[in-house]
C-alpha cells in the first residue's frame, strides 16, 4: 500500500465521516413530532501510543527468504494530549438512536517517540538492545466515532428509577499523524559508543485505523442524574507509513487486526434541557498484523525494495466532562 494510493482506501473516511457528521448536526435542526435529541461540547485528555514491531520473514528481490527475530525493530508513538470534542444524537420515539462523536489534540505530545532495535552489531544476540533513539514530536489526530443503535428494553421500575438496553452497528475511525524532529540516537549494549543528534525534522509516521464493531450500552437513570456503559468489538483495518527523512526510505502497512472499545458515562441534567457529563473511554488494537512494504527513493537507498512481517497495537484512553443542550 502507497500512501499515493489513500484516496481510494481509508482516507476517503475522512470526507465521509466529516459529511456524516455535518448531516447529523443539521438534521438535529428538524425538532419535529417523535425526534428527540442532544448536542455536546466537551474537552479533556488523551492517552496511549500506537506501536508497531517488524520481525519474522524477510524478504527481498534476489536475495533469499531469511527468518529474522519475531521483532527486531519497535517504534512507540506516543498521544498523552489536550483534546476537544463535539457530539450529538437522535432519537425517534425514544427507541432509534442515531450518535455521532468528533474529537481532536489541541496540543503536541508530552512524551517522546521511541526507536529501540535489537541484534544489528555485530556479535550481538536477538534480545540485546542495542540501538535505542528518542525525538521530539508534533501530532495531528482525529477521532471519529458514529453509528446507530436500537433500544431494546426501556424499563421504569420505579418512579424514580429507570434502565435500558440499546445495540446496534458502529463505526470507529481515529486518524494520527506525527511528525519526528531533534533525534537523540546511543547504544545501550555499547555505552562507550557516543550519541548522535540530529537537528530538525528527521521522519514523519501516520497511522489510518477503521473498525466496524457491534455496540451494547446500557443506561441506569435515577431522577436527574444517568449513568451509562459501551461495548464493542470488531475487526480492525490498520494502514501505516513511515517516512525516514533521513535514510530516504518509506515504510507502508496494509494490516488487519481486532479491536476492543469500551466507555463509561455520568450524566446530570440541571433542567430539562442543559446537562453535563463526565466519561471516560477506551480503544485498543490488539495483534494487527500483515507486511510492511519497504522502498528505498533516494541517496543510497534509491532503488531498494524489501518486504516484512509487521504488527501494530493501539492503547488509545481518553477522559473529559462536556456540557450539552438536549431538545
Known sequence: MKATSQPGGIGQVRGIAAVGAVSILLGMQANAGDWTGDVQAGAGYWSGNATYSIGGEFRAPGYATEQLPDKVSELKFPLDVPYGSLGGSLLWKGRLEIHGTVMANLSDPSTKVTDSDWGVLPGSSANTLDVYSESDASLSAVAVDAGVRYWLKKTASTNRLAWSIGVGPSLSYQHMDWKLSNLDEWSPSNPELDHVYEAGEVATYRSDILMPYLDVAAIVKVRQLSGRLEFGVGPALVQDED????????????????????????????????????????????????TQTQEGYGGDSAGYYAEIDEKFTLTSINGGVAVGCAF
Open 243 to 290: 517516512n525516514h527523512l533521513l535514510r530516504e526510505k518509506k515504510m507502508t502497512g496494509d494490516l488487519t487486526g481486532v479491536g476492543v472499545k469500551g466507555e463509561a458515562e455520568i450524566r446530570y441534567n440541571f433542567t430539562k434541557r442543559l446537562f453535563a457529563l463526565a466519561r471516560v473511554s477506551a480503544l485498543s488494537i490488539i495483534d494487527a498484523t500483515g
